[in-house]
């Protein structure tokens, strides 16, 4: 069996060197653009199973050229080239596990594609989006009557410095698009979009974390997959106590937005500039991260008033020296892969985690995640 790996940031580094070690897995391919990026991937895993190739990977083209012979790959890319992957993998006829869940819409177009192609690409496979669609689906599924679903997640600084206490672990680009992007979520069976920035709550999680708060962001593929089944389903992403608050000033005062205004004769966007101000400001002094999960389902179970909550507080891995953020997040991914090798994933098309991992696949895959160091606690509240 052979996988490819689009993508060798940290992510991906830490994708291939968990997929080495699978015995059915005969060759790991590590692709990316920068050759420093392969090299750095190729020792940290230390395996020869696992194989660099230099490729651009900008264009469908240019991924379908490193995907041709693959029985399945995991795209680490940024969110501008997810569809191009899907579509090159589609043409390849190799199966995808993509990080990004962004379009979701646009991606189930190519759902018969896919189909045709007797592959499956599952989008959206990371943290949030990934582990929490799929609690979000049990819940639901465990109750008589959904009434409320919410997912929240967030990745914040181990040591939060001042004035946002918050530190950019991935790319700033991402992190922006929470402040300004404007949210779906699902009410009464219908697809609602809702104001960036909305929603704010307060909340705690146990320590090392503590007071954080809120603000309800782009639930994604749930939004359309779950919205006939629960009343009202969101997703909402955490940090520290005063970081939406202050986010949300510089948003009123008009510092992110996007068109462009003249300052001394030159055009200048407010949001860039913003951007430019911010950045060494998100750079913490230690990589050291925490990566913080709840989602909840309320319903009734047997005329019962139920509430299924999972909970996950995941700190920096000093064993694998990685970020909690990319262990959470390529974990599930590597976890799918492989079981898409085995198959233990047998469908075709375009398909949501959230419509795989549930029913007799939900405590396997939960078992497998606590394997690897991700561990999520249940509980469940009657009133």
């Not at 967030?154 to 991402?174: C, D, K, N």
């Not at 047998?346 to 394997?371: A, C, M, S």
């Amino acid at each position: 069996m052979e996988v490819v790996v689009l993508g060798t940031g940290m992510i991906g580094t830490t994708v291939v060197r968990e997929l080495v070690k699978y015995q059915n897995i005969e060759k790991v391919i590590a692709v990316d653009g920068f050759s420093e990026n392969i090299n750095k991937c190729l020792a940290v895993t230390d395996n020869a199973k696992a194989v660099g190739k230099l490729a651009n990977l900008q264009t469908e083209e240019d991924i379908f050229d490193v995907l041709k012979d693959a029985d399945v790959a995991i795209a680490c890319l940024p969110h501008s080239l997810s569809l191009p992957a899907i579509k090159a993998a589609i043409a390849a006829k190799c199966n995808l596990v993509d990080l990004v869940g962004s379009k979701y819409e646009e991606k189930m177009k190519l759902d018969s594609l896919a189909k045709e192609a007797g592959i499956i690409v599952i989008p959206g496979c990371g943290v949030a989006p990934g582990i929490t669609n799929f609690l979000a689906a049990q819940g639901i599924e465990m109750l008589d009557e959904a009434d409320e679903a919410v997912m929240i997640c967030g990745g914040i600084p181990r040591h939060p410095l001042p004035p946002l206490w918050y530190q950019v672990v991935f790319r700033l680009e991402s992190v922006m698009g929470l402040y300004t992007r404007p949210a779906k979520a699902a009410e009464n069976g219908e697809i609602v979009t809702l104001p960036p920035l909305s929603g704010l709550e307060a909340l705690s999680f146990p320590s090392p974390v503590g007071e954080c708060e809120a603000v309800i962001t782009d639930s994604h593929s749930t939004a359309y997959t779950l919205k006939d089944k629960v009343k009202k389903l969101y997703e909402k992403t955490v940090r520290y106590s005063g970081h939406w608050h202050k986010m949300s000033v510089l948003a009123e005062l008009g510092f992110l937005e996007e068109d462009s205004i003249e300052v001394d004769g030159n055009l200048i966007s407010p949001k860039r500039l913003t951007e430019k101000i911010l950045e060494p400001k998100l750079r913490g002094q230690s990589i050291e991260d925490i990566t913080v999960l709840r989602v909840l389902t309320k319903g009734k179970k047997n005329g019962v008033s139920t509430t299924h909550i999972w909970e996950m507080v995941d700190l920096y891995d000093h064993e694998r020296n990685i970020t909690s953020m990319a262990k959470t997040t390529a974990i599930p991914a590597m976890l799918l892969a492989n079981w898409i090798l085995s198959k233990k994933i047998t469908e075709t098309g375009v398909v949501p985690v959230e419509n795989i991992i549930i029913g007799d696949r939900f405590n396997p895959f939960i078992e497998q995640l606590d394997k690897y160091g991700i561990e999520i606690k249940y509980q469940e509240q009657q009133s």
